[in-house]
């Protein structure tokens, strides 16, 4: 079956350092979400990309989606602490097939 | 609107029993997809229904079963729980296959902490 892989499950950067993760899927994907979990809290959508070599930006955050679309990326520039949380990629592989997760990456952020 | 909602926020029972979970989904939302949520090992997908049929199904044993109201509300059910099944369950809901090439979001609820001692 499909499966969305995340690695690391871990990063710790630097307050202002730039960071980037990666999701990659084994399959050709319909469209790919990312997601944001705070510490006790649960899963906030943040984007949804569906073209080939789609770019979109939300303020300091740049996500990606792989011509091939079977990858993404999400970059932060300048991170502050308040990005702290895990960031979950989710793919879908055609209309109405369920989403899949990934494992998703921890960020922490060093004041 | 109000958000997804799901009750109760949090149970402990022991291995054996059973447990029924509850999601109200958004105003208007026909999909509703239950997670089960551990360390380590990310959002597992259990199932979705729409329109209460259920469209989409993971790789969770026959224990873990779901159904869907006319007024879109959702349960799910776990029989002879394990220890293994202690996690959050996470219920969303989108309007996901009715805006179909739309923005497909998932809007979470804030889970079930089951506990199985």
């Known amino acids: 079956g499909q499966q969305v892989m995340q690695i690391p499950q871990y990063q710790h950067v630097q307050e202002g350092e730039d960071f980037t993760t990666y999701c990659n899927s084994s399959?050709?994907?319909?469209?790919i979400q990312w997601y944001k979990q705070r510490p006790g809290g649960h899963p906030v959508f943040l984007i949804q990309?569906?073209?080939?070599?789609e770019v979109k930006k939300q303020k300091r955050l740049t996500f990606q989606f792989g011509e091939a679309k079977k990858n993404s990326s999400l970059h932060i520039t300048a991170t502050q602490t308040t990005d702290v949380g895990t960031y979950f990629c989710?793919?879908?592989?055609?209309?109405?097939?369920?989403?899949?997760f990934g494992k998703g990456i921890t960020l922490s952020v060093r004041p | 609107k109000a958000g997804v909602t799901q009750t109760p926020r949090y149970l402990i029972k022991t291995r054996g029993q059973q447990v029924t979970l509850s999601c109200s989904p958004i105003s208007g939302h026909r999909s509703v997809s239950w997670y089960q949520q551990t360390p380590g090992q990310g959002l597992q997908f259990l199932f979705e229904?729409?329109?209460?049929?259920?469209?989409n199904k993971g790789n969770f044993p026959g224990r873990f079963s779901g159904r869907q109201f006319s007024n879109s509300r959702s349960e799910m059910n776990v029989s002879t729980l394990e220890l293994g099944d202690s996690a959050l369950y996470l219920c969303a809901s989108s309007l996901w296959g009715i805006l179909a090439g739309e923005v497909n979001e998932q809007f979470f609820g804030p889970g079930t902490r089951l506990t199985v001692l």
């Open positions: 229904y729409f329109s209460e049929t259920q469209r």
């Open positions: 399959t050709t994907l319909s469209n």
């Open positions: 990309l569906v073209k080939s070599g």
């Open positions: 989710a793919g879908q592989g055609g209309a109405n097939s369920k989403l899949t």
